[in-house]
């Protein structure tokens, strides 16, 4: 049996199928009873909305998870990675909402109890698109833990805490100013508000003292907003009002009296130095409503119009009640002025309506209790954040935190366990559903219609997801979580939550085997890794209104998942946002192609040793020893030809490193360290090193299998080295390596190349391969400068003042003779320097010339050497511009970018000796 690989590299035809097996045998499931304590990796999934698709973000966020989660797994520690979809209560609500009415039906219609049955219906026929396209990615995750933030598990563990809270005296009901959103009809809170500047106008306007004495002036960007005002303030250090405090105005077009306070929010420098105060509909009012005790006197309904408070201009939208109320101040000859106004206009972030601060009554949690453990836990450094300068954007935020608003005005969510008695008017908070109220014993109950706040049970994840409340071995194990890798814009929203809720509730849940828990124990995870923001090519943040919105899906079935993979971890730079571009993509396809090439070159090789020696069909796994070995090693160490000896040692610098950066959250360093291995060392050299040693007949003996034996170990080791970023092609490659006899069921279920510090003997290898490379890479260059046909193979004469080094090239004539590396066909060393012969190549440990004459006629080789000094000339600019061009590093893949530097450091050499070729044939 034959070792085959399609001719091309298909990903297409090999994805799936992985992505199938993978999840049909279960390779990333985990059993709890099996899990070493203290050597476990575990890693929560931000769990994606249910109505969504994958953007380019949460293929990011999710290559830099699974390539973390892989490699863990693979270093043989006992991994979790947990996924879920979030239940997405205003989002959901709003497409089903839209479903509804292209059938002519509206929710009410319905009713909520069939409402919130056609969103489970909705879940269940449309809401896991995300994880298929998460399985078709390959996401490594246990998908037999998979949850649903409204699964009837973690929706008793919600309930279970709200009543917590609220018998601890955190949660309470009261009315606030909310931002509510007039379309969504329901409270959103700060973090849910986009601002946009936007051109607008500042309105003056006089209110008339009733004591007829004149005018105070107020300024106002909301006119509409006057028809609810109790008060005007000024700045009690004011000198221009401290004589009017005290004393009434008129309300333009209300007609109505009401008093000029004093109150340090008024700032002096805005407008006139005097506001008007409307405490229903202005977070700063409400508070010296409160203050001042003045009456809350709301002039809006839930949609944004004007209610009957609002007097002859109820019924009106808020902005048609604008511009009635500015046309009748003005007939009314109140209106002073209007001036151009620059805006911060606050936008509800899911339908972009233009929120409205109102009164409302609504669910609040006391969080300053919450908030002081959550600071303990970072300040103590049980959390860590990379990049570390978030963990000051996090504690900036924690110090100035206000209570949370945790209800929303929707039908699907989880509902507030809390039921209002008809009889006593009282509340009872429960964990079941009351027959009786528990004030009178009433039955008269009717629950609180309003749901949490999404945020609310997606904070608790962490231990909910692991059995609590119950007491579990998951948690005794899995808790806290190892990682959190997520994006900056949920810093707020989902991560300073998620350590708020798990430093209070599992401070007190006891440990493993019932001892006490550590303050340390309690926290949601030990390190948060704040990933970067994918753009576009042109670093424009990716919007749909922008139309450079980029399809995950639709990039992966161009290029192939790994190709996609691979370019996020290599723009993966801390601290800088990845300008996403295909033109990048396609470059690492190219890798992909030229892994998939060597691979079919290497079992082209074992086939004909398997042929000659009439070998057993197991030769390829005899030869690389069963996968026992993490690092390769070259055969007789000392005795090893150099090359085997180098790559070896070069190999186990590189996975050395590769762990380094990867222990760092430094994926473009580990990414790109493995493809200069991969393409560069691997490809680009040994193989073609050990081409010529690739012998299998009885005259060669053992060396042929010796050098493939070789060749497949280092391979092997590679395709690991590799397969946390490009997990598809190297697991198709691998099975084929073992022809479906592997060591394991998956190349992610074998070992890492965990690398080590170089020895004595490695480091010499390298530094010996290094000067022969150069030494090649010499004489190549002049080969080409004599445009010597690449067959052709040519003597040199050499000076090389140390024996060593002349022992070096002694040693290793063949590789120089070799036509894939110098063509060389005769080394003569010289007794003395070489320098001021034509076309010397010098290095600090030598001088080489390329003995090679052909007659010319002077006037064509003059011709032609000044054809080519002007196309060096022309070329070498070109190259200068480009490298200088930051655009053009950004976009263009890094062996495009490699290439045009080691162009253009070989046109810094080629271009003096054309010219003095040129000098010498001109003479």
């Known amino acids: 049996m034959s070792h085959e690989l399609p001719k091309t590299y298909d990903p297409a035809a090999i994805e799936p199928r992985w992505a199938e097996y993978w999840e049909r045998e279960?390779?990333?499931?985990?059993?709890?009873?099996?899990?070493?304590?203290?050597?476990?990796?575990?890693?929560?999934?931000?769990?994606?909305?249910?109505?969504?698709?994958?953007?380019?973000?949460?293929?990011?966020?999710?290559?830099?998870?699974?390539?973390?989660?892989?490699?863990?797994?693979?270093?043989?520690?006992?991994?979790?990675?947990?996924?879920?979809?979030?239940?997405?209560?205003i989002a959901t609500q709003m497409l089903v909402e839209r479903q509804l009415a292209s059938e002519g039906v509206k929710r009410l219609d319905l009713g909520r109890e069939k409402f919130v049955a056609r969103v489970w219906e909705w879940r269940q026929h449309y809401g896991g698109n995300i994880l298929k396209q998460m399985?078709?990615?390959?996401?490594?995750?246990?998908?037999?833990?998979?949850?649903?933030?409204?699964?009837?598990?973690?929706?008793?563990?919600?309930?279970?805490?709200?009543?917590?809270?609220?018998?601890?005296?955190?949660?309470?009901?009261?009315?606030?100013?909310?931002?509510?959103?007039?379309?969504?009809?329901?409270?959103?809170?700060?973090?849910?508000?986009?601002?946009?500047?936007?051109?607008?106008?500042?309105?003056?306007?006089?209110?008339?003292?009733?004591d007829?004495?004149?005018?105070?002036?107020?300024?106002?960007?909301?006119?509409?907003?006057?028809?609810?005002?109790?008060?005007?303030?000024?700045?009690?250090?004011?000198?221009?009002?401290?004589?009017?405090?005290?004393?009434?105005?008129?309300?333009?077009?209300?007609?109505?009296?009401?008093?000029?306070i004093a109150d340090e929010l008024a700032n002096p420098e805005f407008g006139t130095g005097a506001v008007k105060v409307t405490p229903a509909h202005d977070p700063n009012d409400f508070i010296m409503g409160k203050r001042h005790n003045l009456p809350m006197l709301k002039i809006m309904d839930d949609s944004a119009r004007i209610n009957a408070a609002g007097g002859v201009y109820a019924g009106l939208d808020r902005y048609e009640a604008r511009t009635r109320v500015l046309a009748d101040l003005a007939a009314q000859d109140f209106l002073v002025g209007t001036k151009e106004h620059v805006l911060a206009l606050g936008k509800c972030e899911r339908c972009k309506t233009v929120i409205e601060p109102m009164l409302s009554m609504q669910w609040f949690l006391k969080i300053q209790p919450l908030a002081d453990k959550a600071i303990a836990a970072v300040e103590q450094g049980h959390i860590r954040f990379t990049p570390e300068n978030y963990k000051t954007i996090y504690l900036n935020w924690m110090y100035k935190i206000y209570d949370w608003c945790i209800s929303r005005q929707l039908w699907w969510g989880h509902r507030i366990p809390a039921w209002h008695c008809g009889n006593c008017r009282q509340m009872t908070i429960a964990r079941h559903d009351p027959a009786r109220c528990t004030h009178c014993g009433s039955t008269d109950l009717t629950q609180e219609t309003d749901v949490l706040d999404t945020w609310f049970s997606s904070a608790l994840l962490p231990f909910t997801t692991l059995g609590w409340p119950e007491h579990t071995r998951d948690l005794d194990i899995f808790y806290p979580t190892t990682l959190l890798i997520t994006g900056f814009d949920i810093l707020f929203f989902w991560v300073a939550r998620m350590i708020m809720m798990g430093c209070h509730f599992m401070q007190d849940f006891?440990?493993?085997?019932?001892?006490?828990?550590?303050?340390?124990?309690?926290?949601?995870?030990?390190?948060?890794?704040?990933?970067?923001?994918?753009?576009?090519?042109?670093?424009?943040?990716?919007s749909k209104t922008k139309g450079n919105v980029m399809d995950p899906i639709a990039v992966t079935e161009k290029y192939g998942t790994d190709a996609v993979r691979f370019t996020l971890a290599a723009m993966a730079s801390p601290g800088t946002d990845i300008a996403f571009n295909e033109s990048r993509t396609e470059g690492?396809?190219?890798?992909?192609?030229?892994?998939?090439?060597?691979?079919?070159?290497?079992?082209?090789?074992?086939?004909?040793?398997?042929?000659?020696?009439?070998?057993?069909?197991?030769?390829?796994?005899?030869?690389?020893?069963?996968?026992?070995?993490?690092?390769?090693?070259?055969?007789?160490?000392?005795?090893?030809p150099l090359p085997d000896r180098w790559i070896a040692a070069q190999f186990q610098r590189t996975a050395f490193k590769v762990n380094q950066s990867l222990a760092e959250y430094r994926f473009d360093e580990a990414a790109n360290l493995v493809y200069q291995f991969f393409w560069g060392d691997l490809c680009d050299w040994y193989i073609e090193a050990v081409k010529p040693r690739l012998d299998f007949s009885a005259e060669a003996g053992e060396s042929g299998r010796a050098a493939l034996g070789h060749l497949m170990r280092v391979f092997e080791a590679s395709l690991r080295l590799l397969s946390p970023f490009m997990p598809f092609i190297t697991e198709e490659i691998w099975h084929a390596l073992y022809r479906g006899d592997a060591p394991a069921k998956s190349i992610a279920l074998s070992r890492y190349p965990f690398g080590a510090a170089l020895s004595a003997a490695q480091q010499n290898?390298?530094?010996?391969?290094?000067?022969?490379?150069?030494?090649?890479?010499?004489?190549?260059?002049?080969r080409a400068e004599l445009k010597i046909e690449p067959k052709q193979k040519v003597p040199?004469?050499?000076?090389?003042?140390?024996?060593?080094?002349?022992?070096?090239?002694?040693?290793?004539?063949?590789?120089?003779?070799?036509?894939?590396?110098?063509?060389?066909?005769?080394?003569?060393?010289?007794?003395?320097?070489?320098?001021?012969?034509?076309?010397?190549?010098?290095?600090?440990?030598?001088?080489?010339?390329?003995?090679?004459?052909?007659?010319?006629d002077a006037a064509v080789e003059r011709e032609r050497l000044s054809k080519e000094l002007k196309k060096l000339e022309g070329e070498h600019a070109n190259a200068q511009r480009q490298l200088g061009n930051e655009s053009f590093l950004a976009k263009a893949p890094p062996h495009v970018v490699d290439g045009l530097r080691r162009r253009h450091a070989e046109l810094e050499k080629l271009l003096p000796k054309t010219r003095m070729a040129l000098e010498e044939v001109s003479r």
Not at 170 to 186: A, D, F, Q
Not at 517 to 542: C, G, N, T, W, Y
Not at 830 to 849: D, F
């Open 135 to 210: 399985k078709r990615l390959g996401d490594s995750v246990d998908w037999s833990r998979e949850y649903f933030t409204m699964d009837e598990n973690l929706s008793r563990a919600v309930r279970e805490v709200f009543v917590r809270l609220y018998e601890q005296g955190l949660i309470y009901r009261g009315e606030y100013i909310v931002n509510w959103c007039p379309r969504c009809l329901t409270a959103i809170s700060d973090l849910e508000v986009v601002h946009e500047e936007q051109n607008g106008k500042l309105y003056e306007i006089r209110y008339p003292l009733v």
């Open 212 to 260: 007829g004495e004149g005018y105070v002036h107020i300024a106002t960007t909301r006119p509409e907003t006057m028809l609810g005002d109790v008060a005007v303030a000024v700045n009690p250090n004011d000198e221009r009002y401290r004589h009017l405090i005290g004393k009434k105005l008129r309300l333009p077009l209300m007609n109505r009296e009401i008093p000029i």
């Open 765 to 782: 290898a390298i530094t010996e391969m290094e000067l022969l490379q150069k030494l090649i890479v010499d004489i190549r260059n002049r």
């Open 796 to 856: 040199i004469r050499i000076f090389v003042p140390q024996s060593p080094t002349r022992a070096l090239i002694e040693a290793n004539r063949d590789l120089l003779a070799n036509e894939k590396m110098a063509g060389v066909d005769g080394v003569e060393f010289a007794a003395s320097s070489l320098a001021g012969e034509p076309g010397v190549q010098a290095a600090n440990a030598y001088e080489v010339v390329v003995v090679y004459e052909k007659k010319i």
């Open 26 to 89: 279960k390779l990333f499931h985990i059993e709890t009873a099996d899990a070493v304590p203290g050597k476990v990796f575990n890693i929560l999934l931000p769990p994606p909305n249910v109505t969504g698709n994958l953007h380019m973000g949460h293929m990011f966020e999710h290559t830099e998870s699974d390539i973390l989660v892989r490699w863990h797994r693979m270093r043989g520690e006992s991994t979790l990675w947990l996924p879920g979809t979030d239940h997405a209560g």
């Open 510 to 542: 006891p440990a493993a085997e019932g001892n006490p828990r550590a303050f340390a124990e309690s926290v949601p995870f030990r390190e948060v890794h704040i990933h970067a923001l994918v753009r576009d090519a042109e670093r424009q943040k990716m």
């Open 588 to 640: 690492y396809r190219n890798f992909a192609n030229k892994i998939w090439n060597a691979a079919r070159f290497m079992f082209l090789n074992i086939d004909r040793a398997t042929e000659a020696n009439g070998a057993s069909s197991d030769l390829a796994r005899h030869l690389i020893g069963e996968g026992k070995t993490s690092n390769p090693t070259a055969d007789g160490t000392e005795q090893a």
